[in-house]
């Protein structure tokens, strides 16, 4: 019977969605005209014996949410939110020109779960939490940002969201990415730390760990008969992989599709910009890498080529597409290429290496002082901070759609979901040295930022562009983990080059949970059932490019609600926090205050403490696990909001 | 197990939930309801299996000993090689229960594979197709295809979500999600090594499942978040933790993990053995699952080195023993398990395919081992509507090169082609398109012309196993 209920809930769901969706999402193809109708008939008969008349249960949905509106106790009329810089600006304005309702501020409480969570990916502390209620400085808000930005927690949680977009899996390059983090290191910088690195084995700089992930689609079956012979990693295919990684991640365009043919054609109705694209131009831009050549050493303990050992330099004939020897010339992934030699030429400008300039160090300058950088870098923050990019996914840039002084033919329209402001967040971040640290704490400190989910009006999806509600994420893989440690008091025990850490996130890579390995203390590791935990929400293994999360699964809630990894939390031993604070002397009621500032970050309302006495009677032990158990399985807890 | 009747229809609560959604997430989700499927209107599904098991063996099962067997001088003379027809010969070294599947057995030898490294044909095994980086974020696992085709045919007393998998969160790449159908079509990925203990463990059982989920709805009812809905996320988060009890409290969810005997574990003795038997059991629940990954995770497969040494601790010697142990059980016990079909077994209506995501290089190494080859491999067929004792595909007298696809087509077939044999006995058109979908490249269930060389793939089932 509940799946059935399941079942109503989703498909009203859909029959709603669809409505907004043929009005906002598919700009691309379809002139803005009426959305399509779902066809009433034909869901009905795909429904039989669920519901009569799917059509009254959405209108009658649409009155209740007014109704109920009208019934509870109002906010008060929404204040004028204060604009406190340049975003708030922009997005006030348009705002208020187009008339649309908006949500009112943050309480402290919803902000400073919310702040805590995205810069550190930690949740605040009980004792943090009640210091900050009780302050009264005015720019409180603020210091806690600058507070957050550029600690230790802070590299942690930003070193993992650049590793999954990197594909990380070694310690020593994540140690790299969360050095630039801590220290603030100008963004451009860091590319060209990349772009331009090069050693005689590529564990020894970090920066090359970046091109791990690429040599996996270049590289043929290793066969160790010969410890000279290059011809089994193509090196070709490995550039125009780099290649495309490069275009994703710092410019937000991707260039896979035209590195096989010519995007007229192919991509038309899709991407104007990638459509005007050709396969030559692709060589051009990877011929940036022409002369970069991966070599894999011998490893005479496993009597085989070993990526342990890579060797990278600046030796190589340049793209030469008719003859790459020693290496294996002939493509492997993509179409056969055509047999011409390529001279490097930056896509978006036709810039070229300065005479006699090394091409990889000509990237390096060239590709960051563009403005698409920076665009794709704000865009990039924003979409993580505000959980809605303004293009969304990050590499999908159409930059035919992106000038409101040029726009496109129709039926296209503009692409961003606000385009002036994601040039003036990008122009400021170019402005700042490229400072990441600049570019978080001026978006998390805007209004706009700190806006409540709570939206008293009735929400349509046409609003979303306009950010005027926070929209709710669902927390990620290694985010939920350290929730579920921190609320309950009791850490994990992971390793990373043999030292033992306690969250998730201070390791390189989601590989670095292991399997169940007991730890140094001979304690059980928790690895399988924490990997699991991560993979309900998303986490990728990072082989591939990560796709989006923010998705709800039952999975997330079947591991919540059975695995081991919970309940042994959940429990009331000494080594928990329900079992620490039932042991304390603590009221029933500070027992109740203390479990919901731990775990939902604020305070519990009357009726919630009444609730959770009324559990804790007769049974307080039991009850109180209780209580913990559902206050961990609430949306509340696995959602930032 | 069912509760009250007014459970069946949503509450207030929930139409408010409905009503006070932010969609902005679902539309940025760049998933779209309905997807637009269309069919090229070409195939007959032959739907001749209600349940399919599809075994990966990553890392690659080397054909020349195994299902194509070949001598030449690198074979291990220890193999002592039965001749079960005149088409086929296997060993009984590597496979001593033999005589409780190969009757059964088809296979296909003139399969094969456009990747030579694994994390590439492991995700062509778990898609169905070629890697593709451009839209790999909207790929989804083939189980997930399965899982939204077939969602119309379930049955109110379903619980148990129709895609599962076992230990693919162990492989290579992961459980590879729904990608661009709804999330809900994601399998769910059980760790033999993990769930029996979980799932199946007396800590409190449904008791305290069911007391839990008591406080959990009293505590919502009170919840501000619930009261004045957070969004979208939390609504899907009510109907899928809905969902999730609904299952967790199912008996039958429990007994397919306490069903795992000792006599089970000394039967099937490996992980990939204890997943077989988890999957017999699932099976027999019939609670809603119709199709059963099961990966033989990490990669144990992959013998460049010492393959035939019994002294290392890797070989294909203990691989194939630990393979044969788990389909021979496997095999026996479907077979004397009733289906829900009177007069049928669980064998009659459950196929099973075997395969690997490349084959073996013909000749040996200098380390004793063998290396990648990806133009001939063979999978295995039995169950269901397979007829047995079909050998589709010949080899040269080393593997090395395929001299008769044993189809109708020209072509060799592809994993691709595998995905729609198992599409086809579920009653599935693989001919299918979704065009709406997040990036405007259609998904095309069977992806006729993937990127890497010049090879279409045959838009086709093997349809020789049926016939």
């Not at chain 2, 599809?54 to 000993?65: K, N, R, T, Y």
């Not at chain 2, 080859?373 to 169950?383: A, I, N, P, Q, V």
Request: charged letters at 25%; proline letters at 7%.
């Amino acid at each position: 019977m509940r799946f059935l209920k399941v079942s109503l809930v989703g498909l009203l769901t859909s029959v709603l969605s669809v409505a907004m969706l043929g009005q906002v999402a598919n700009q691309k193809k379809e002139p803005q005209k009426t959305p399509p109708t779902m066809n009433q008939e034909r869901m009905e008969k795909a429904h039989e014996g669920i519901f009569a008349n799917p059509g009254n249960k959405a209108a009658e949905a649409g009155k209740l949410t007014a109704e109920v509106a009208k019934a509870l106790p109002a906010n008060g009329p929404v204040a004028k939110i204060p604009r406190k810089n340049f975003i708030d600006d922009q997005i006030f304005n348009r705002i208020e020109k187009d008339r649309i309702p908006h949500s009112p501020l943050s309480t402290d409480e919803e902000f400073l779960r919310r702040a805590s969570l995205d810069a550190t990916g930690l949740l605040p502390t009980p004792d943090r939490i009640r210091e900050f209620l009780a302050e009264k400085d005015p720019q409180k808000r603020d210091k806690l940002i600058d507070s957050l930005i550029g600690t230790e927690e802070f590299a942690d949680q930003w070193a993992w969201f650049w590793g999954d977009l990197f594909r990380t899996r070694e310690p020593q390059f994540h140690y790299f990415t969360r050095s630039w983090l801590k220290v603030d290191r100008p963004y451009n910088e860091v590319f060209g730390d990349i772009v331009t690195a090069n050693a005689k084995s590529h564990i020894m700089i970090p920066a090359l760990g970046f091109y791990r992930g690429a040599s996996y689609n270049a590289t043929r079956a290793p066969s160790p008969t010969d410890a000279d012979n290059y011809y089994l990693f193509n090196r070709l295919d490995f550039i125009d992989e780099v290649s495309v990684d490069i275009g994703r991640i710092f410019l937000g365009i991707n260039m896979d599709c035209f590195s096989c043919h010519d995007g007229e054609g192919h991509t038309d109705s899709i991407n104007l910009f990638l459509a005007s694209k050709t396969r030559a131009e692709f060589h051009q831009q990877a011929a940036f890498f022409g002369n970069m050549r991966r070599v894999a050493g011998y490893s005479d303990r496993v009597l085989n080529v070993s990526d342990g050992n890579s060797i990278i330099d600046d030796l190589g004939p340049g793209y030469k597409t008719n003859d790459d020897a020693p290496f294996h010339t002939e493509a492997d992934n993509r179409f056969p290429r055509d047999g011409r030699t390529y001279q490097p030429s930056f896509i978006l400008t036709g810039e070229k290496p300065k005479p006699g300039e090394n091409p990889r160090k000509a990237l390096a300058r060239i590709l960051p002082s563009h403005i698409q950088f920076s665009r794709a870098t704000a865009n990039l923050i924003w979409s993580k901070l505000m959980v809605v990019g303004f293009v969304e996914p990050y590499d999908a840039f159409d930059l035919k759609r992106i000038d409101p002084k040029n726009p496109p033919p129709k039926p296209w329209g503009i692409q961003p979901t606000n385009v002036e402001l994601m040039n003036a967040i990008a122009e400021d971040f170019k402005a700042h040295n490229y400072s990441i640290h600049h570019l978080i704490k001026t978006i998390m400190k805007s209004n706009a930022y700190q806006l409540s989910t709570q939206f008293d009006a009735e929400w349509k999806d046409a609003y979303a562009p306009y950010y005027a509600r926070r929209m709710v994420r669902v927390l990620t893989g290694p985010e939920a983990a350290d929730a579920l440690a921190q609320a309950t008091d009791r850490p994990y025990r992971l390793q990373i080059q043999g030292q033992t850490v306690s969250q998730v996130k201070q390791l390189a890579g989601p590989n670095g949970v292991g399997r169940g390995r007991p730890t140094a203390d001979g304690l059980p590791s928790e690895g399988v059932g924490i990997t699991a935990l991560m993979q309900a929400f998303f986490q990728s293994t990072r082989e591939t490019p990560v796709p989006s999360g923010n998705k709800a699964s039952p999975v997330q809630a079947m591991i919540m609600m059975a695995s081991p990894v919970v309940n042994s939390r959940v429990k009331a031993d000494p080594s928990t926090r329900v079992g620490k604070l039932l042991a304390s002397n603590k009221s029933d009621e500070d027992v109740i205050e203390e479990l919901f500032l731990a775990s939902l970050s604020r305070r519990p309302t009357g009726p919630e403490i009444q609730a959770a006495k009324e559990l804790m009677t007769p049974d307080r032990k039991r009850g109180a696990e209780n209580v913990e158990w559902a206050l961990l399985n609430s949306a509340e807890f696995l959602l930032n909001h | 197990m069912r509760k009250n009747l007014h459970d069946m229809f949503p509450t207030r609560r929930d139409m408010l939930k409905l009503g006070g959604m932010a969609f902005a997430t679902s539309w940025m989700d760049g998933f779209v309801s309905p997807l637009k499927v269309s069919a090229a209107a070409k195939a007959n599904p032959r739907n001749n299996a209600k349940f399919v098991i599809f075994i990966e063996l990553p890392g690659a099962i080397s054909p020349m000993e195994c299902w194509d067997f070949k001598q030449t001088k690198d074979t291990p003379n220890d193999l002592e090689v039965q001749k079960v027809t005149s088409d086929l010969y296997l060993s009984k070294t590597l496979f001593p229960n033999y005589a409780d599947w190969a009757p059964r057995a088809s296979f296909v030898r003139s399969m094969r594979a456009p990747e030579l490294v694994h994390f590439t044909g492991q995700y062509h095994t778990q898609t169905g197709r070629a890697l593709n980086v451009a839209v790999a974020k909207e790929i989804p696992g083939f189980g997930s295809v399965i899982a939204a085709e077939l969602d119309k045919t379930r049955r109110e007393t379903d619980t148990f979500p129709t895609y599962m998998s076992v230990a693919l969160g162990k492989a290579r790449v992961g459980a590879i999600g729904s990608g661009l159908f709804p999330p809900k079509y994601t399998g769910i990925d059980l760790d033999p090594g993990a769930v029996l203990e979980v799932f199946g463990s007396n800590d409190g059982g449904k008791a305290l499942l069911e007391e839990r989920w008591a406080a959990l709805r009293k505590m919502s009812a009170v919840s501000p978040a619930e009261l004045r809905p957070l969004g979208d996320k939390a609504s899907e988060f009510g109907a899928f933790y809905r969902t999730a009890f609904n299952i967790l409290d199912d008996p039958r969810w429990k007994e397919v993990f306490t069903s795992v005997t000792e006599e089970d574990k000394k039967k099937y003795v490996s992980e990939l053995g204890i997943g077989c038997a988890i999957a017999r059991n699932i099976l027999a629940a019939d609670a809603g699952t119709r199709f059963i990954y099961i990966c033989d995770a990490p990669q144990p497969w992959d013998h460049h080195s010492f393959i035939f040494d019994r002294t290392r601790p890797n070989n294909h010697y203990n691989t194939c023993l630990n393979l044969d142990r788990a389909i021979s059980n496997l095999v026996k016990d479907l077979a004397t398990t009733p289906s829900k079909t009177p007069g049928k077994m669980l064998i009659d209506e459950t196929m099973v395919v075997v395969s690997s995501e490349f084959g073996r290089m013909p000749y040996m190494n200098n380390v004793y081992g063998r290396d990648h080859y990806k133009e001939t491999y063979t999978s295995l067929f039995l169950g269901g509507g397979v007829k047995p004792g079909r050998i589709i595909g010949k080899t040269n007298e080393d593997c090395s090169k395929c001299i008769d696809t044993g189809w109708k087509h020209s072509e060799q077939p592809n994993m691709d082609n595998l995905v729609a044999t198992i599409y086809s006995a579920l009653g599935i058109d693989w001919t299918k398109r979704v065009d709406n979908t997040p990036s405007g490249r259609a998904y095309e269930y069977i992806q006729t012309a993937p990127i890497g060389g010049s090879e279409f793939i045959s838009n086709d089932e093997i349809a020789e196993l049926f016939v």
